[in-house]
């Protein structure tokens, strides 16, 4: 599967919890496309923001069923990485404060 590095990274996942591993651990949290696998997203990360990556971590999170007045859907399924960036490496800073 040949895909381009911008479609790889989704977006950044900004919660408190990817904030804490981000500070803790030096890990950053992506949305990443359904069908990529850990070596794509490593030169993907690696590429966009020129930085270099330790390890891949990936979890597929399932959509949860949701409700609006009477009817029941569900939110699509997405894949979630944790990159963990090697010690010396600048973090990225998604919100600049003005």
Known sequence: MNLDSRKIIIRPVITE???????????????VHPEANKIQ????VEEIFKIK????RIV????KSRRYKFRVGKTKS??????????????IEFIEAV
């Not at 803790?24 to 992506?30: G, L, S, V, Y």
């Not at 597929?60 to 959509?63: D, E, N, R, S, W």
């Not at 997405?78 to 973090?91: I, N, S």
């Open 60 to 63: 597929k999170m399932k959509g």
């Open 78 to 91: 997405w894949k979630k990485a944790y990159v963990k960036l090697v010690e010396g490496e600048k973090m």
């Open 53 to 56: 990556v330790e390890s891949v």
């Open 41 to 44: 997203i490593k030169k993907a």
């Open 17 to 31: 919890k990817a904030t804490r591993e981000k500070e803790e651990n030096r890990t950053m949290t992506f949305e």
